[in-house]
């Protein structure tokens, strides 16, 4: 029995209860999910609830009350060995044994869709993320984004929902200016621009675009061609880098396109003749005020040329326009202001504010020796994906990332990440499958198959506190979907790697020497199986593989 078939089934008895009078609570006060959560301490139980104490107040009795109700229905569904009241009025359950261990063969014959389901089917989501400028290579803020981001989309899917991975191409503007320039004085072997940028990739890619056009100094205009070339072999750079890294997108939008054919002037007469906008000190500003913003945002500056904004407000109704349900922004900790101005911005165009998200993520440092890391072999200033990925390799630089909740600043201690044990989190959850691989490699070599299943038998201590977790993962999926946490299923993953390793070390799948192979030995085979399964499931919505050897 999982959490999800406890949690149907207490549902269930409480729905029932009140159709058949034993309790009195308003239609909209019944949760159609009851949590269940483990309790500090096994001997109260295998699960708890405090679902009595949540409806107290709507059902207008002591809390006690609904928990005997519940105590004498839970009680006689098959599975349910004991319901205790705890308290003012927790519930305390315990499942029988053949119930919990039934999960192992469950997880096996579901296989790679353990964990799925279809509560977001119907939602298409446009998931932007990295979207770095075309200036220079991604860096960390970057890819932590590109890891997060990708693992978003791939529990997103997993709960059913139409994810579309899209990057957003800043190529208009100051910044682009500053990389052309940038560009042209590395051609003349000139010195930098004091605004410019500088490291080796700048003088590759001027390199590269002189060679491909000998006589790109004398054209009519050079820094339009170096800007033209170099933001397309920037952008040739940053997708290989991507890819290499596991992410690819679905769709690389342009922001210069919005201004090519008119997207941005179009929506801003409409805004215009709407009232939300108006004229002020030779500006056109958002009264986006009036929908939650701390401020009202200029729109068209007072020399004629569109705010940032703009673009921002074409780029959502160009989202909506394709058809999206909900506009996903993942951005860096320096844009905290984008909440508010894209939620007025929705808001001002007559569209539901719900409509966008704005994920905001914070710092990552590198720390190796004690001391932290800051400059990059290429870029110069900053340290970049491809360094990470050099150093630690493409799995411990996704999970690492991945692992923390992108709300928080994180130090990535490069000498943990390089270690084979188990104070390297990546090296401790792999190690788990790849032994749950050996394992099973160890018992065809016995004949121990998967022939019979007694799920009674898997009764040790340890089986119960596997299995218990095992049973938790898909609310932890369903979790970090609805959250928008992909860590949950990293910290989860340890979680029921620390439990495996345990079970590993008290319980055999092959029977010693001489013993003969008994249906205890074939059921832990499947329940062996099914770790490898669950692990080889949450690594792969990371990104991360899930090897058989290591």
Known sequence: MTPEELSAAIATCLKDAVDAGELTVPAGALPKEVRVERPKSREHGDWATNIALQLAKPAGVPPRKIAEVLQSRLSEIPGVSKVDIAGPGFLNITVDAAAAGGLARVIVEAGTDFGTNSQMAGTRINLEFVSANPTGPIHLGGTRWAAVGDSLARIFQSQGADVTREYYFNDHGNQIDKFARSLLASAKGEPAPEDGYGGAYIEDIAREVTAGNPDILNSADPQEEFRAQGVELMFGSIRKSLHEFGVDFDVYFHENSLFEDGAVEKLLEQLKGSGNMYLKDGAW????????????????????????????????RNKRDRGFDLCIYMLGADHHGYVARLKAAAAALGDDANRVEVLIGQMVNLVKDGVPLRMSKRAGTVVTMEDLVELVGTDAARYSLARFSSDSNIDIDLDVLTKRSNENPVFYVQYAHARTSAVGRNAA????????????ALNHATESELLAVLGQYPGVLSQAAAFREPHRVARHLEVIAGAYHRWYDACRVTPMGEEAITDTNRTRLWLNDAVGQILANGLSLLGVSAPERM
């Open 285 to 316: 500003w958002l009264n986006s005020t009036d929908y939650g913003d701390d401020k009202d945002r200029v729109v068209i500056k007072s020399d004629g040329n569109a705010a940032y904004i703009a673009g921002d407000i074409a780029y959502f």
């Open 445 to 456: 070599a016995a004949g121990v198959e998967r022939t019979a299943f007694d799920a009674a």
